[in-house]
């Protein structure tokens, strides 16, 4: 075992998946309790996310994000605020939400314990067709508001074969409302989007065409912008093009950061459907250790140039659909040749969540 395991420190970026519920029904939602209703146990507590908070600083996290769900859903999310934000070990502090629940007063706190915050915009024009909600404008309207007391916004947008045709026009109202940066994600199988993923599944040129038409509105602006997902290397066309668009190729899942999800439950990644145990027991899975030590990779990339430095895209998208982590990127092999019918979507789906733990 490395020294990183042995010590028993954990990823400096904590993710907090603070509810199971949410007021949106995204098409696209990757939470592994959309696949699966029985994933759903208690939530915890305040004071069971106090102590789960002091926790993962004790364990060397500097960086916290509040996300769900749809966190702006706990009654108790004033409190657990003013906990992260009194904390001065925590370096940086962000919120992910859709803005739906937004109010002037969250906003008031968010800048008094200095947090950042992230957004959700999946279209303009589809933005009803992917989320349920006719609310675009309220959406544009807290970008606004939040960059105009002083927040740093991050909009993020999830690119799907339903909404590629605007992408430009969804990122330039981003970037005209007051986001700072862009967080760019292709549509990945998983949760509620397994469902959908005939409607909403990007091919290798769909993914391309994303990334041109990312860096060419973030170009004119001068603006920054980062693809969420890690991405095989041989999938992208010319990757030195790109310039104002940071794209990854290593999966920072258990190594950069991990997640707690609602009922305390440890996992390498917010896409990922496995419990790898709880933060008193996790550090010897087998499945964490894998994401750890790099222990995925395929076989059709072993001895490529790009090894040490591409993880060949999505570790758990391979999983979900495949059921093996070292299996290929589905970009690669595409995902309905893997799931033709609902029924082998589902099988999927619950393959997946039947290996927790």
Sequence with gaps: MNDALRSKKVPEAAVLELTYRCNSKCLFCSCPWEADRSFIQKELATDEWKKVIDHVVSLGSKHVTLTGGEPLMRPDLHEILGYIGRDKRIENKRIITNSLL????????????????????????????????????????????AHAVGLDVTTGITVTKLNKFELYETIANALIAGSSSILLNRFLPGGRGLKHIKRLELNRKDLNDMLQTAEEVLLLSK????????????????????????????????????????????????????????????????????????????????????????????????????????????LLVGITKRLHSPRQQEECAQKAVGSNG
């Design 102 to 145: 937004l109010t002037e007063e969250l906003l008031a706190l968010f800048k008094e314990y200095d947090f950042a915050l992230s957004t959700s915009l999946p279209g303009i024009k589809t933005y009803r067709k992917h989320t349920g909600s006719k609310e675009v404008d309220r959406v544009l309207y807290w970008i606004k508001r």
């Design 223 to 330: 603006r920054q912008g980062i693809l969420g997902t890690e991405v095989p290397y041989c999938a992208i066309d010319n990757p030195e093009q790109y310039q104002q668009l940071r794209i990854g190729y290593l999966c920072s899942a258990a190594k950069g950061f991990f997640v707690i999800d609602p009922s305390g439950f440890v996992r390498a990644c917010n896409h990922s459907p496995v419990r790898v145990g709880t933060l008193d027991d996790f550090f010897e899975s087998p499945y964490w250790r894998a994401f750890r030590e790099r222990a995925y990779l395929p076989a059709s990339c072993v001895g490529c140039k790009m090894e040490n430095s591409c993880d060949a895209g999505c570790r758990e998208a391979a999983h979900i659909c495949s059921g093996n982590i070292d299996a290929d990127d589905p």
